[in-house]
């Protein structure tokens, strides 16, 4: 019905810059918002960068100057530009959409993540 999917992961050196997509394809009558979220293996996800369906941006503290999100309304399409990349930020990053399938019903949903590896 509604499918997320993250792509531009890979390997970067400390101090690398790297650009997430996510693509939200299917049956989408709106999109209120778009997400990113980051998790480490075994501990909690969290929330990397967030976009309103009014234009409004937030971002966690630790990556606010580094990180951009932005959106492409003709593509269905969120991104990250990730600048700067720490050791510590290598994670899988999952993009979150509030989406509306019908003009009054709306659902959450999740990407399968992309891996961003910061490494030497």
């Known amino acids: 019905q509604v499918q997320l999917v993250e792509s531009g992961g890979g390997l970067v050196q400390p101090g690398g810059s790297l650009r997430l997509s996510c693509v939200a394809s299917?049956?989408?009558?709106?999109?209120?918002?778009m997400n990113w979220f980051r998790q480490v293996l075994g501990k909690q996800r969290e929330l990397v960068a967030g976009l309103t369906s009014g234009g409004s941006t937030k971002y966690a503290d630790s990556v606010k100057d580094r990180f951009t999100i932005s959106r492409d309304y003709a593509k269905n399409t969120v991104y990250l530009q990730m600048d700067s990349l720490k050791p510590e930020e290598a994670a899988v990053y999952f993009c979150d959409a509030c989406i509306g399938v019908t003009s009054d019903q709306r659902s959450q949903y999740w990407g399968q993540g992309t891996q961003v590896t910061v490494s030497s």
């Open positions: 299917g049956s989408i009558f709106n999109i209120f918002n």
